[in-house]
């Protein structure tokens, strides 16, 4: 994360000081460097090389107009799971055709708005869903694009709740499932089917789990080949981890290259939904000391961001590394827990961490938060959102107004007559 460094002593995002930001926009905020989602982008495209490709953007990882349209750009594409990420991603101006959407819970509304704008491709995750679709395309009178999510059935070696390449995980259809449901859908005349899917999980750091899913989706494609089907696309998905402390998952480059090597004789587009590799190290969640106390052995410090606005540690344990802003003696730390003002006891953001003695009003930096940071944050305890910046070079904007109080009642209303 080498656009988050130190200048005499004060934390900077690219050329912007984090406590500037914090001094103009009030604490907290989540605060991305455009350089850096630039970089990783980049890297995707030099693994490619002239093999073709799309990269369609993991959109629920960070979805902010501002990110979608710097990665829009320079061509990416996206990978959508609902109607509103599309809505975003349009506007963000990033075209249609370089859209795919995934989700195992489409409803006919979401269909029906992907396939008048002209979606690349629907992933397709249940028979039941390519029955409603077809229909949606008849009623409609425009063929809809699909592939199925097949489930490879490969262990990513991750965390539980982010593996979802395996038997017992809800995406996609087995292997055999899969080769009925292509049987049934060349049989559909509203259906067109454009390639093959799979995503085998989130933040894993080893190239295997990748290789073995792609060698048994290629074993699958040429039975497809065998069956007079024939692809345009074949996706991955996502998945490629980031090193949060001491990962070292394989860069951006040498996964496509590898991925590359193996897809040698596919002629296939390749796609790839990368989220977290792209954003997650883009981004940082800088929030201010409230207060600071001790209960027997035990040192707390109360900062004013909680699991509402970064959910990951609650969530999955996850771990992110605290920096302070104003650099500090690495030799002076002692064991505490940073922890939010939300009334719950999973309200933390680090646990039991050797940190730097914090005073109220010391500013940190919570690292590695650019992917599944704000886009899982919500409104509990009535706390409005948090804003969002982007720094570019040495210049920042406010891409995101910090929500207010007016913003978390809008759409509520109490009845004429009562109670
Ligand atoms: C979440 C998800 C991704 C992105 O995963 P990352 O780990 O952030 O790269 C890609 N594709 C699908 C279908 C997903 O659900």
Redesign the pocket.
Known sequence: MDCFSYKDGILFCEQVSLENIANEVGTPFYCYSSSHLKERFAAYKRGFGTKKHLVCF?V??NSNLAVLNCLGSLGAGA?I?SGGELYRVLKANIPAKRVVY??VGKTRQEMEYALSEGIAMF?VESEQEMILLSEVAKKMGKKAPISF?VNPDVDAKTHPY?S?GLKKNKFGLSMERAISAYEKAMKDPWLEITGIDC?I????VEMAPFLDALRRLKKLVSRLTDMGICLSYIDL?????ISYSKETPPQPEEYISAIVNEAAELDQTIIV?????IC?NAGVLVTKVLYTKENGQKRFYIVDAGMNDLGRPSLYDAYHEIRTVRQTDKDKLAEADVVGPICETGDFLARSRPLPQLEQGSLIAVMSSG??GFTMSSNYNSRPRVPEIMVYGDRFQVVRERETWQDLVKGESIPEEGC
Request: glycine residues 28%.
């Open positions: 993991a629920k990882s990978d799971v995934s989700g992933n999510r982010i979802t995503h999980g989130s933040q894993i998905g996502g998945g490629l981890g939904e990368p989220g977290r590799s997650g992917a599944y």
